[in-house]
């Protein structure tokens, strides 16, 4: 089952799982993986709530089974 993440942890897993990034961009950084990249929240008070993080998930690419076995 999916909880909300910290920005900090959200990017330490997309390391995990072969992003590399954030990379700087107009209005949000992005995470990138080959050809897939994903867009990263802006720093702000409180976690990513369980809905956006599905959505990065999906744009990412990542099942939440995938998602929940990365340490």
């Known amino acids: 089952m999916l909880k909300p993440v910290s920005r900090r942890e959200l990017i330490r897993k997309l390391w995990r799982v072969g ?3 954030p990379i700087a961009g ?3 950084a992005a995470m990138i993986r080959g050809d897939v990249r994903v867009p990263i929240p802006n720093p702000h008070t409180g976690d990513i709530d369980v809905s956006l993080l599905r ?3 999906r744009e990412a690419e990542i099942s939440i089974e995938e ?5």
């Not at 998602?67 to 340490?71: D, F, I, K, R």
């Open 67 to 71: 998602w929940e076995s990365v340490e």
């Open 26 to 28: 107009k209005r949000h």
């Open 55 to 57: 959505r990065i998930l």
């Open 19 to 21: 992003f590399r990034g």
